[in-house]
């Protein structure tokens, strides 16, 4: 199983914005579902946003409207352009790509996941 590569974190004040992206090595990223994770201190791992092989989108509540995820796959790479960024939106963000959508949301690969990116937003 290939693991994603995760970049763009970074310190940022709150109503500020970053763009996260996701390299995913290998063969058949065209084909691939692929979803953002967060995990806040002391907290568990949440769903983000996922987006088809297709190019449907789902957003979690918490960021409809404030987050983007969008792909392009001549270059294996999904990106998370966050905007008017919230201290809530404090965590280390994960990329898992090869899962599945099921009932309406997106399952992860459970062998396919990237290393993280810390996201800090300064109120």
């Known amino acids: 199983q290939v693991q994603p590569v995760e970049s763009g974190g970074g310190l940022v004040q709150a109503g500020g914005s970053l763009r996260l992206s996701c390299a995913v090595p290998?063969?058949?990223?065209?084909?691939?579902?692929v979803g953002w994770y967060r995990q806040p201190p002391g907290k568990q791992r949440e769903l983000v946003a996922a987006?088809?092989?297709?190019?449907?989108?789902k957003y979690a509540d918490s960021v409809k409207e404030r987050f983007i995820i969008s792909r392009d796959n001549a270059k294996n790479t999904v990106y998370l352009q966050m905007n008017s960024l919230k201290a809530e939106d404090t965590a280390v963000y994960y990329c898992?790509?090869?899962?599945?959508?099921?009932?309406?949301?997106?399952?992860?690969?459970?062998?396919?996941w990237g290393q993280g990116t810390q996201v800090t937003v300064s109120s």
């Open positions: 987006i088809f092989w297709g190019g449907t989108a």
């Open positions: 898992n790509a090869g899962g599945i959508f099921n009932t309406g949301t997106y399952v992860p690969n459970s062998r396919s």
């Open positions: 290998g063969n058949g990223f065209s084909r691939k579902n």
